[in-house]
């Protein structure tokens, strides 16, 4: 088993740019969670995610992000405009089920805004 | 409020020595409780959670609810245990995310 594959590990992007961020969760995983970490911060809850369905995004800024879990492929996280203030490191985890399994977490993909 | 405090940025130890990382948590309800673990150039993973109770790499954590608190500790450090750590809760049922505190860097030294 591979594990959580996220790609790219690093991604620069220019102000005003969109940045995708990838997440495959390891097989047979369906529950996808992303993280963001700033600078000296612990990370940070963004959204939570089961195929094709959004289950909690209390921590997602309100405006250019956003998240998508399809029925087939990896989970996406999407910043669109991107600020100097979205520079981090993006984890993603993934877990079998709801009930108390523990999460796995991806290497992260850090995220440079110029 | 949801909340998890690590006091100590950073902590260095010598080899043999004792080693306590502190973590205090704030939650309304029964919280699940663990410690992540980051060693140099590999991803965060999973140390040990309080329901299982058990010892990993010689490190124990115990939950008390009076203080609030859910240290790691550790009766003889090794140089392999040089990383970040970070304690984390979860509510139970819900969407389970995980609540992090800003992380401990551990260095043990020769």
């Known amino acids: 088993n591979a594990g959580v594959m996220q790609n790219p590990r690093h991604l620069v992007r220019r102000r005003g740019q969109e940045a995708r961020l990838r997440c495959s969760p390891m097989?047979?995983?369906?529950?996808v969670y992303w993280y963001r970490q700033l600078p000296e911060e612990g990370l940070k809850f963004m959204v939570y995610?089961?195929?094709?369905?959004?289950?909690?995004e209390s921590g997602m800024p309100k405006e250019r992000f956003s998240a998508e879990f399809p029925k087939e492929g990896p989970s996406i996280l999407r910043i669109q405009q991107v600020v100097r203030g979205d520079s981090a490191a993006y984890f993603c985890?993934?877990?079998?089920?709801?009930?108390?399994?523990?999460?796995?977490f991806g290497p992260g993909t850090r995220l440079l805004v110029l | 409020a949801q909340r998890v405090t690590q006091p100590e940025k950073l902590l260095s130890v010598f080899k043999g020595a004792p080693v306590e990382l502190k973590c205090n948590y704030s939650?309304?309800?029964?919280?699940?409780l663990f410690w992540y673990v980051q060693y140099s150039r590999q991803r965060l993973q999973l140390l040990l959670r309080?329901?299982s109770r058990e010892s990993i790499k010689g490190f124990t954590a115990d939950l008390n609810k009076g203080e609030t608190s859910f240290h790691l500790k550790k009766p003889f450090a090794q140089e392999e245990d040089s990383a970040m750590y970070y304690c984390?809760?979860?509510?139970?049922?819900?969407?389970?995310?995980?609540?992090f505190g800003k992380g401990t860097k551990l260095t043990v030294n020769p």
């Open positions: 984390a809760l979860s509510g139970t049922g819900g969407s389970e995310k995980l609540v």
């Open positions: 985890a993934s877990s079998p089920s709801l009930t108390g399994e523990t999460q796995y």
């Open positions: 995610l089961q195929k094709e369905n959004i289950i909690d």
């Open positions: 309080h329901i």
């Open positions: 097989k047979g995983h369906s529950h």
């Open positions: 939650y309304s309800g029964s919280p699940e």
